[in-house]
Every structure is written in C-alpha cells, then in structure tokens.
C-alpha cells in the first residue's frame, strides 16, 4: 500500500512538472533566445562567413574560438541539433499535459445544462438589467421570447403558478477555442519537427549550361536529389542608368531518367518545387576563370537580324557588308575615367559587361570598339549595320537555397486551425441568460416586473450592449402592442 502510494506520488509530481505554467515560459525563452542567434548566426554556411560575423562582436581574436564552442553547441545547425528538437518536444508534451490538466474540467462546465434560477439569484449575476412594463405576462413572454430568437438563443422555458423564467445560451463551444489553439502549436511544433528530422536545407552554386544531381551543406557535406537540375542561363537586370540590381532570374530544368520533366524560369520569391524539394533564387556570381561563349546579334542594314555565339578571338561576319569583325577583350564591368578618359573596369562582378570587338570595313582601317550589353546603341557601325552584345553565356553562376521540409504541409495546416481557434477564443464568448417575468401583485395584477440578468466568459462589455439591446427591442414592441 505504501509502495503504491509513493508510485502515486511520484507520477503526480511528474504530472505536476510537465503540466506547469513556468516550465511553459521556461521552455518558451530558451527556444526564444536561441532562435535569436541561430537567426543573427548563419545556418549551414562556410566557417569563414561566420567568423567573419562573430569577429565584429567578439574581435578578431576571439571569433574562432567563439565559433568553435557554437560549433560545438550546434548553433551552426541549431534547428536540426538534438538539443533544440528535444526543446521542442518538451514543450509539445507540456502543452499537450496542460490541455489534458484543463480539458475536463471545461468539457463539464460546456456539457452541464442551463437550469433555471430564483428570481433573487438573477439579481446577483454580473450583468442585470430591471424594468416594469404596464402589459400582460403573455405579452411580455412572447415578445421576449422573440427578441431572444432574433438574437440567436434557443430559449428554455420555466413556469410557475405567476411567473414566468426564460434561460438560454450560445456560444458554449467557444470555451473550446483555447485548446483549438493548443492543437494548432503542437501541429507547428511536429511540422517542425518533422522537418529537421527528414528535411534538409543546402545550397548549390550551379553555373550557366551545367548540371548537378547533390546539393552541398557546410563544411562540404553533399545531399542527393533523386534528379538532376540544370541552370540554362541567368540574368541580372539592372535599374535603367544605375548598378543596383532590379531583379535578377534563372531557368532551371529538372532532368530525370535523362530526360527533362519540368522547366521554369526561377526569381525571388517564385523559386521551383520538384518532388517536395525548392529551389529559391538566392544569389549569383561570377565562376573563377570561366571562358564562355559571346552571344551576338549582326543586323545589316535593312537585312534580318543573325544570333551568333562566339568564343574569345574569333571572328564573324555582317552578311552582304564584306564588315569582319573579331571578339579581342571583354570587361565585366567597363566604365571611363572622368579625368583621364581612359577606359577601366571598376568590379569583378558582370555589373556593366561589354565586349571589345576589331572590325575590318573594306577600304577603311581597322578600328576596335567596346559594345556595352546595357546599352545596345554602343554597337552602332557605319552604314546603318549593328551588332547588339546579348549575353557572355556560361561565366555566371546562379545562387540557389535549395530546402526540402516534409511538415511543412502540417505548419500550413496549424496557421488555419489556429486562425480558427484565435477568432473563436478572442470574438466568440459563452452566453447565459435568464429573464424573469412576474406580475407586481400577487393574483396576477399590477405591471410586470421583468429581472434580466446574464453572464459572459469574456467581453463584457459587448455582451452588455446586447441584453440593453435585446431589452429595449422587447420594450419596444411590448409598448406598440399596447397602443393598438
């Protein structure tokens, strides 16, 4: 007997632990504050990326070593480290112990019928409202009974030798509207879970014409796709007469058995779904010592336009002009010194690209030329020919946030059940009312005296408003059947 006492003990106290409030807020700061730093510190990124972060709040000196005990914590990884999952799970079973601490006690207060109340204990309720009207006790009971239909209450109905008690309610499910939310968090919280179980998040720096079946983690580690993703081309558009960018697209192909299943032309915001793995557009760049082809469009004068893709120093020509022309240099980045006139190339990245083009016009010198892709009027030649510089295909990279989270379906599915719950909780309440009608004098003379009284779970003041109104509509009517 006294061993099962102890067991008894010892599982209320374990109940007790995991049903309280403070290990609640407890849990909840802690999965707080590291989320603050799994969001400042970048997750799955280059040691570099982060040493360089860290050393601009603990100093150059300090950063590794600041990085290697995060590192160590798994702030590098944090929402797939042991440690916060398990948060996670603790606080999924507090929530869920709390709800099954609180539930029965409102599943009786929800199923427990209205009865109705001596005319004194009315009086007693939090809002009560009391008036007298100059009619008969059917009267008023029946224009009651109808503002009270009007108002959504299914009326229950007490009589006695001279009074009558009308009682009802709305909204009783309402009381449910907490725990609604409850299953809501829990459903984030496994959606969470499920995705830093099977999900990943990686990144792929896929370069123009190239494919890939692995996208790549921290520290090198790869992840396969099932598939293949191919980048055809990228592009950076640019704000007219300015370097920042506008946007900036790619088009992936997904490739599978050998063949291509899926297009799409990707830009922030409107990245590729493929068998539960995204790709977002995320970045871009140049690739290190890439030689890639020159695509170019020759127009002779009133002729038909001609798409050429060309590698550096060779040559083509302007068909029925006899015009040669050789690609001889290339800048990604082409500007002319203010002072000095001379032309220089101001960044790496392909800000501003242009070519450097020798033509060869027959009976003239040869003269070379810079054609700049933003503006095609620099390819203007003598005679009313072009030659328009579309792309340097193959030197760019596209930047991709590649992801796949197999709750996510259950995150999206809690933000609608929550919803759900918060209106019902915050704009739904648990409505009680009682009416008493009896006349003044016994035997059935005098005015009536009409006791209203009420009770809400929240908003009280709403709810105040209602009975005035539902009184005064009653009133009303009561007083226009007397005048006829």
């Known amino acids: 007997m006294e061993e099962e006492k102890q067991k008894k003990d010892i599982f209320e106290t374990i109940w007790d632990f995991l049903a309280s409030v403070k290990l609640a807020i407890a849990v909840f700061i802690i999965l707080a504050l590291s989320s603050i730093i799994g969001t400042i510190v970048e997750q799955q990124a280059e040691p570099a990326k982060n040493i360089a972060l860290l050393a601009k709040f603990f100093g150059d000196s300090a950063a590794p070593t600041v990085y290697n005990v995060f590192a160590k ?22 929530l869920i112990v709390c709800t099954l601490d609180r539930f029965p006690k409102t599943l009786r207060l929800v199923k427990t019928p209205l009865r109705p109340l001596a005319e004194n204990v009315v009086r007693t309720l939090p809002v009560k409202k009391e008036i007298k009207l100059k ?30 008690q009308l009682y009802s309610q709305k909204g009783r499910y309402a009381r449910f509207g907490v725990y609604v939310v409850h299953l809501s968090i829990i459903l984030i919280l496994l959606g969470a879970i499920i995705g830093a179980r099977f999900g990943f998040g990686g990144f792929l720096n896929l370069p123009e014409g190239q494919v890939s079946d692995v996208a790549f983690m921290g520290e090198g580690k790869t992840i396969p796709l099932g598939f293949s993703v191919k980048c055809n081309w990228y592009e950076t558009r640019y704000y007219e007469g300015m370097d920042t960018p506008q946007e900036f697209q790619s088009e992936l192909a997904v490739i599978e058995n050998g063949k291509e299943v899926m297009r799409k032309v990707i830009e922030v915001n409107s990245p590729l779904t493929y068998k539960g793995i995204t790709f977002y557009q995320a970045s871009y760049g140049m690739v290190p010592n890439a030689v890639g082809y020159f695509m170019l469009t020759v127009t002779p004068n009133g002729g038909q336009p001609h798409t050429l893709q060309l590698r550096p120093m060779e040559s083509f020509d302007i068909p029925g002009t006899g015009i040669r022309g050789t690609i001889v240099n290339f800048s990604p980045a082409l500007t002319q010194d203010r002072r000095t006139g001379a032309l220089t190339t101001y960044s790496e990245a392909m800000v501003n690209p242009a070519v450097a083009i020798e033509f060869q016009i027959p009976s003239q010198e040869k003269f070379t030329g810079w054609i700049l892709k933003r503006y095609p009027g620099t390819g203007a030649l003598p005679g009313g020919h072009s030659v328009r510089f579309d792309d340097y295909w193959g030197v760019e990279y596209t930047g991709l946030q590649v992801s796949k989270d197999p709750g996510v379906w259950l995150i999206y599915l809690a933000s609608i059940v929550m919803a759900v719950g918060l209106y019902v909780a915050f704009f739904i309440s648990h409505k009680k009312v009682w009416i008493n009608l009896a006349h003044e004098a016994p035997g059935g003379k005098g005015p009536v005296r009409i006791t209203v009284g009420g009770s ?7 709810f105040e408003k209602e009975l005035e109104h539902l009184v005064s509509k009653a009133s009303h009517a009561i007083e226009g059947r007397s005048k006829k």
């Open 135 to 164: 009619t008969s006790l059917k009267t008023a009971k029946d224009e009651f009974l109808n503002s009270l239909n009007s108002s959504g209450y299914h009326v229950l109905e007490s009589n006695e030798d001279d009074s009558v």
């Open 456 to 462: 809400t779970s929240r908003n009280r003041l709403a």
């Open 73 to 94: 914590l798994g702030f590098m990884d944090m929402y797939r480290s042991w440690w916060f999952v398990s948060f996670l799970v603790m606080f999924s079973v507090n």
